[in-house]
């Protein structure tokens, strides 16, 4: 039987360090209730240097590990994670809460997206990062997020606040859409809004932390071949 209890949880991971060890166990400590049923972890290829710490994961308490033999993309470790929750755990949950491995969400801010998820999981939920004049805020996040924003806006008519965001609960009706869409890598996060909007998904934000580690270096975004991709889904859906 279908609950509304709190999402089960998906964290992609390329390369990660200690942060995402200590991630998980923040959310182990925090879920004094025994909410979670469980974690997902996909390891994205990652080399042998990152083995041990995806060790030390899959040995904690509700943790599922899943992996890919080379690095196909995080939206692709997505996918992966989506369709292992349709066949271990849809009929029990009402979805997924999705979050980065490299430390940008915090344990509370995770958790505030799934409880209101549980109270409305017809809707797809985002942690929107906060992005103004903030020097701790990365230039390049700035700024890719604000031309990414506007552009948003004038291809579909719908200002979100955020549109790159890691951070969605994400209802489980709508993960075999979106198990068809063809793009593996960041794209993969874009193409998802925009198929909510086109199969008329309640869009809702909710503000977040903004936590830059190391000004952002450890991200895996490549400035000029991801933006690229990105700005490419905007023109197929325009075509389309």
């Not at 992996?67 to 989506?82: D, E, I, P």
């Not at 066949?87 to 491995?101: E, I, S």
Request: proline letters at 4%; one cysteine or more.
């Amino acid at each position: 039987m279908l609950t509304t209890s709190t999402p089960v949880m998906i964290i992609p991971a390329f390369e990660p360090d200690e942060q995402l060890l200590q991630l998980i166990n923040g959310l182990l400590a925090h879920d004094a209730a025994r909410r979670v049923r469980r974690i997902i972890i996909v390891d994205d290829g990652s080399s042998a240097a990152a083995q041990n710490i995806f060790k030390a994961v899959a040995a904690l308490p509700q943790v599922t590990l899943l992996r890919h033999v080379k690095n196909l993309g995080k939206g692709q470790a997505l996918k992966t994670a989506f369709n292992y929750y349709l066949l271990h755990d849809a009929d029990t949950t009402a979805g997924v809460v999705t979050a980065d491995a490299d430390g940008q969400h915090c344990v509370a801010d995770i958790y505030k997206i799934a409880d209101h998820f549980s109270e409305s999981p017809a809707a797809l939920w985002l942690g929107a990062r906060e992005h103004g004049a903030d020097g701790r805020v990365p230039w390049r996040s700035r700024f890719g997020n604000r031309l990414t924003r506007q552009v948003f806006r004038w291809v579909t008519g719908k200002l979100l606040r955020d549109t790159q965001t890691g951070l969605r609960a994400i209802p489980a009706a709508l993960l075999p859409a979106l198990l068809q869409i063809s793009a593996a890598r960041y794209e993969y996060e874009l193409e998802m809004l925009l198929y909510a909007i086109r199969a008329q998904v309640v869009i809702r934000e909710l503000p977040i932390q903004k936590i830059y580690i190391d000004n952002n270096k450890r991200s895996h975004f490549n400035p000029l071949r991801d933006s690229l991709r990105i700005y490419a889904v905007f023109l197929r859906y325009l075509w389309s």
